[in-house]
């Protein structure tokens, strides 16, 4: 299509439509051939039935969840459900059905999710004047594909935050609050960036997260009760004192991170005390969150400035950085960083920045490059190109430019 002609607003949503077939399709085949019982989804799926058979109160009882999974899945390896309690209602329903129905399900509610993230940004991205090529570079991203395949929430905290972008741009910071606290099912995710908001003094936006983690708060009670509450604090508090307690496998895992606690867990590996990592991970954090909040806050002064964009992307980007937890798939919230960032109009000029940001963007977007991490087990060092890109984007956020038609560059 050219740039004389572009497609249609009906052309770029049946474009849209059709990659999430396509997405559907692959996941339904690769479904066949890997063992769904194998996926993250046993961990919700289990958490429904708890609560459905009525047994809520024991649903962090890890004596409970071995039994059911050692019955339904032949489970010898406990796989832990540290999600909040709130979340376990939502998998109820699903939990009505046999898992692998449930499963595919679940699928198709997350490309229908995907589906719905990518209506909400198309006209702040360079959706409308490059589908075809934007939709590729979306389906070949691995990340997503573990998402779905994983049976993963990471999709769903996708669409939240496109949600919450739209409704910044709209001026609307009450339901951007609203829809960060609805993310609280991923909280080590969605707490750095509502702590940068809260650095920013966006007290509509803090009122709205305040009001709906407040109900959530209430959900969790009602759902398991004052005792599966307390039993849930528990497992988080412990899970944090005792990392490398061999139940949790936290310390498996620390490589397939890439976080910065994740990163100097890897190379400090049997050198210091988790308690010192802890401590260096929140010293380099720290000071990550800080200069975002206040070059973010520059930009809400500058009234002139047209880099809304590029900030919210470089804060959702330290956000996954500096999170407690993240693993591989939930580096699906790039494909609302990325986009954000090769539309802004600052990405038009040539500039050094640009440069970096390609480069990083290339590393993180090459497929061979995950299966080789994964093979090293060495996910970790993606946290520097986290860190690269999330920088690069602030610094070309300074570039203040005139708004102009996006372009993929």
């Given at each position: 299509?050219?740039?004389?002609?572009?497609p249609t607003?009906?052309e770029?949503?049946?474009a849209i439509?059709?990659t999430?077939?396509s997405?559907?399709f692959v996941?339904l085949?690769?479904?066949?051939?890997?063992?769904?019982?194998?996926?993250?989804?046993t961990?919700?799926?289990?958490?429904g039935?708890i609560?459905?058979?009525?047994n809520?109160?024991?649903?962090?009882?890890?004596?409970?969840?071995?039994r059911i999974?050692?019955?339904?899945?032949g489970?010898k390896?406990?796989?832990?459900?540290?999600?909040?309690p709130?979340?376990?209602?939502?998998?109820?329903a699903l939990?009505?059905?046999?898992?692998?129905k449930?499963?595919?399900?679940?699928?198709?509610?997350?490309?229908?999710?995907?589906?719905?993230s990518?209506?909400?940004?198309?006209?702040h991205t360079?959706?409308?004047?490059h589908?075809?090529?934007y939709l590729?570079?979306c389906s070949l991203?691995?990340p997503?594909?573990g998402?779905?395949?994983k049976?993963?929430?990471t999709?769903v905290l996708l669409?939240?935050?496109?949600?919450?972008?739209?409704?910044?741009?709209?001026g609307?910071?009450?339901?951007?609050?609203a829809c960060l606290?609805?993310?609280?099912?991923?909280?080590?995710?969605?707490?750095p960036?509502?702590f940068?908001?809260?650095?920013?003094?966006k007290?509509?936006?803090?009122?709205?997260?305040a009001?709906v983690?407040f109900?959530l708060?209430l959900l969790?009670v009602?759902a398991?009760?004052?005792?599966?509450?307390?039993?849930?604090m528990?497992?988080l508090i412990d899970?944090?004192?005792?990392p490398?307690n061999?139940?949790?496998g936290?310390t498996?895992?620390?490589?397939?991170?890439p976080?910065?606690?994740?990163l100097?867990?890897?190379?400090f590996?049997g050198?210091?005390a988790?308690?010192?990592?802890?401590?260096?991970?929140?010293a380099v954090s720290a000071p990550?969150?800080?200069?975002t909040a206040?070059?973010?806050r520059q930009?809400?002064?500058?009234?002139?400035?047209?880099?809304?964009g590029l900030?919210?992307?470089?804060a959702l980007t330290?956000?996954q950085?500096?999170?407690?937890?993240?693993?591989?798939?939930d580096l699906?919230?790039?494909l609302l960083?990325?986009?954000l960032?090769?539309?802004?109009?600052q990405w038009?000029?040539?500039?050094q920045?640009?440069?970096v940001?390609?480069a990083?963007i290339?590393?993180?977007?090459?497929?061979?490059?995950?299966?080789?991490?994964t093979?090293?087990?060495?996910?970790?060092?993606?946290a520097p190109?986290?860190?690269a890109?999330?920088?690069g984007?602030?610094s070309l956020?300074?570039?203040t430019?005139?708004?102009t038609p996006c372009?993929?560059g």
């Amino acid at each position: 299509m050219s740039a004389a002609q572009p497609p249609t607003r009906n052309e770029v949503h049946i474009a849209i439509c059709l990659t999430a077939i396509s997405l559907f399709f692959v996941f339904l085949l690769m479904a066949v051939v890997i063992d769904p019982r194998n996926a993250d989804f046993t961990g919700y799926y289990m958490a429904g039935l708890i609560v459905r058979e009525g047994n809520s109160a024991k649903l962090y009882d890890l004596r409970e969840q071995a039994r059911i999974q050692a019955q339904l899945f032949g489970r010898k390896n406990l796989l832990i459900n540290p999600h909040p309690p709130f979340e376990a209602l939502c998998f109820a329903a699903l939990a009505r059905l046999s898992y692998v129905k449930a499963y595919v399900l679940w699928g198709a509610i997350n490309v229908l999710l995907w589906l719905l993230s990518q209506n909400l940004i198309w006209r702040h991205t360079p959706i409308p004047l490059h589908p075809n090529r934007y939709l590729l570079f979306c389906s070949l991203f691995l990340p997503l594909w573990g998402a779905l395949v994983k049976g993963q929430t990471t999709v769903v905290l996708l669409a939240l935050f496109s949600l919450t972008f739209v409704c910044l741009k709209r001026g609307q910071d009450l339901r951007a609050g609203a829809c960060l606290g609805l993310g609280l099912f991923k909280f080590p995710i969605v707490l750095p960036f509502v702590f940068i908001c809260f650095l920013r003094s966006k007290w509509k936006l803090m009122a709205g997260f305040a009001a709906v983690a407040f109900v959530l708060g209430l959900l969790s009670v009602i759902a398991v009760g004052p005792v599966g509450v307390h039993s849930y604090m528990n497992l988080l508090i412990d899970m944090v004192r005792n990392p490398d307690n061999p139940a949790y496998g936290t310390t498996r895992y620390w490589e397939s991170m890439p976080t910065v606690r994740g990163l100097f867990a890897t190379l400090f590996k049997g050198q210091i005390a988790t308690v010192y990592l802890s401590v260096l991970a929140a010293a380099v954090s720290a000071p990550l969150l800080f200069f975002t909040a206040w070059r973010w806050r520059q930009e809400d002064r500058d009234r002139r400035g047209n880099a809304q964009g590029l900030m919210f992307a470089a804060a959702l980007t330290i956000s996954q950085v500096t999170a407690h937890h993240l693993y591989t798939y939930d580096l699906t919230l790039m494909l609302l960083v990325v986009p954000l960032v090769v539309s802004s109009p600052q990405w038009t000029e040539k500039s050094q920045q640009r440069k970096v940001l390609t480069a990083a963007i290339m590393i993180l977007f090459f497929p061979p490059v995950y299966v080789l991490l994964t093979k090293w087990k060495a996910m970790c060092i993606l946290a520097p190109v986290l860190v690269a890109i999330a920088l690069g984007t602030i610094s070309l956020a300074r570039k203040t430019k005139q708004p102009t038609p996006c372009a993929m560059g």
